[in-house]
């Protein structure tokens, strides 16, 4: 059965960190490109960061550059997002999804993703 499984999000004050792991079971997740995204309450779904399979290349979305990075650990079969300085509006839950292909040059789109895990929620907060 394939699954997602996102870990790694609870409460944190701001200019924090938090690292969220993404692992899969019943396929290899270096065969397919990652994503993360968000969604903030009230808000629609939004793209955050993506990875590719073979050689890891990435893409994030501008309001995280420089603060998180994607990267992934193939012989655990896991994707992680490490997440600095984060801010108040980072506050969302967290979703790790998979599909063949290669990552957006443009942005992260949230559509396209065939796999998606249940999300893991994260607080940032004084």
């Known amino acids: 059965q394939v699954q997602l499984v996102e870990s790694g999000g609870g409460l944190v004050q701001p200019g924090g960190s938090l690292r969220l792991s993404c692992a899969a079971s019943?396929?290899?997740?270096?065969?397919?490109?990652i994503g993360w995204f968000r969604q903030a309450p009230g808000k629609l779904r939004e793209g955050v960061s993506c990875?590719?399979?073979?050689?890891?290349?990435?893409t994030y979305e501008d309001s995280v550059k420089g603060r998180f990075t994607i990267s992934r650990d193939n012989a655990k079969n896991t994707v992680y997002l490490q997440m600095n300085s984060l801010e108040p509006d980072d506050t969302a839950v967290y979703y790790c999804?998979?599909?063949?292909?290669?990552?957006?040059?443009?942005?992260?789109?949230?559509?396209?993703?065939?796999?998606w895990g249940k999300g893991t929620l994260v607080t940032v907060s004084s």
């Open positions: 990875i590719n399979s073979g050689d890891g290349s990435t």
């Open positions: 999804a998979a599909a063949p292909g290669y990552c957006s040059n443009y942005g992260v789109p949230t559509y396209g993703m065939d796999y």
């Open positions: 019943g396929f290899t997740l270096d065969h397919y490109r």
